[in-house]
Structure formats: structure tokens, C-alpha cells
């Protein structure tokens, strides 16, 4: 994007703001619900278990500790966020709402907000479920939470499809070649779109010409690489 130039907003879905505002209201739920209960959790909340589900493993109840499931939920909606606004913006021109790239970038951004609302109720979930079992001290997160898990998993998945059907095939563009590096990446500065036609016009691509473009990429490798890395040592300590 050029000094001066003002960075543009394509419109997003009504339901990616219902799924958006949805996500606010769970998480100042949880927030909230976790608040409430601190004071009646026991001060060595258990943390592991055995097969019969009798603790063999506890940690000291500190509210940085009972409110992870928020916190959880506050990387997801931030960093999932960022990622749907960055899919919605636009460095220059005015969208035009019937042009493909514009369409595609608003059923990503839908499908964004709907899998961040999913997956901030499930630890919605989990911190209910974290909240009872720290109380009767044992017995685990039960059997629903593993069913709560697979239904997250199944909702994604459809999300997924849904958005992958809406997407459509992309509209062909006259090839220039001065705009392909290594024949396959699009990289043109002087287009606004995110979302483009690969060569043959058979799926989509980014055009690595707007600096949004490798943020986005950045986003999601880093979600890929480090998210694993922060959960195992969480698990870990």
C-alpha cells in the first residue's frame, strides 16, 4: 500500500457479525463464570488422574490458572480476529460487492468467525466442565467432554465444506507474466484484491503483492508451528 493511501473495508456477512458478537458474549461468560466460582474451588485444584479416576496429581489454585480457559479463548478470538480482519481489508479502490475476489474474501472471513465462535464455546465448555471437577476434587472431565470435543470437530468440518461450496470457482484473468514469480506465485502491488485466480483459473490464490498477504501467511505458520509447542508445554508442566 502506497504512503497515503487509505486502507478499505469489504463489508462482511451478517452472520460473521452475529458469530463475532456471539464469540464476545461467551467469553465475558467465561470470564465472568470463573470469576464467580474461584473462591469456592479448593486451594490444590487436581490436575491428573488414574484409570479409577482418583486425583494423583494436583497445583495451587492461582486465578491465572482457573481462568485459562478465558485466556484460551482470548488468543483464539484475537488471533482468529486478526486473520478475518486482515482477509477484509483492501489497500485501495472501492470493492465492488459482485466481484469475485470480493465475495471469496467475505466467505473467508465468514468462515473465520464462525470457526473462532465454535471452538470459544467449546472451552466455554471446558471451563464448566474444569470448574465441576475441580469442585468434587476427581473423577475427570468426563465422558461429555469428549463428546462436546468431536461435535466442535463436526461443526468445523461443515463450516468448512459450507464455505469451500460458497467460494465457487474463481473468475479467469488475461495471464501477465511480469505478475507471476516462479509461474505459480501472484504477486501485482497495483491490484487490490487478496484473494485471486491461480493461472489456469482453477482455485484460489494470494496476491503476494500486498504486504497483507505474507502477515496472513505468517499468522497462520505461526498458529501451526507454535500453538503445538505452547500446548505440549502446558500439558507438560
Known sequence: MSPGATLRWIRPTRLTIVAATATLAVIAFSVAFLVVRYPGLPDLLP????????????????????????????????????????VLSRSHGTPDPES????????????????????????????????????REGGGLGREYTYVELLGIVLTVIV??????????????PFVPEHWRFGQLYKNPGDPALFVPTRDGSRWTLNF????????????????MIGPVVILGLLLR
Do not use: C, H
Open 160 to 173: 468448512a465444506l459450507r464455505a469451500r461450496q460458497q467460494f465457487g470457482r474463481p473468475t479467469e484473468r
Open 47 to 86: 490436575v491428573r488422574f488414574n484409570r479409577s479416576g482418583i486425583a494423583n496429581g494436583w497445583q495451587y489454585k492461582t486465578m491465572l490458572r482457573v481462568l485459562m480457559p478465558a485466556l484460551v479463548q482470548t488468543a483464539l478470538a484475537l488471533t482468529l480476529g486478526s486473520i478475518g480482519a486482515l
Open 209 to 224: 503483492g500486498r504486504p497483507v498477504a505474507v502477515v496472513l501467511m505468517a499468522v497462520i505458520l505461526g498458529i501451526g
Open 100 to 135: 469475485t475476489d470480493v465475495q471469496a474474501a467475505v466467505v473467508a472471513a465468514e468462515y473465520v468467525a464462525l470457526m473462532t465462535f465454535i471452538w470459544v464455546a467449546f472451552q466455554a465448555y471446558a471451563a464448566v466442565a474444569l470448574v465441576r471437577m475441580w469442585e
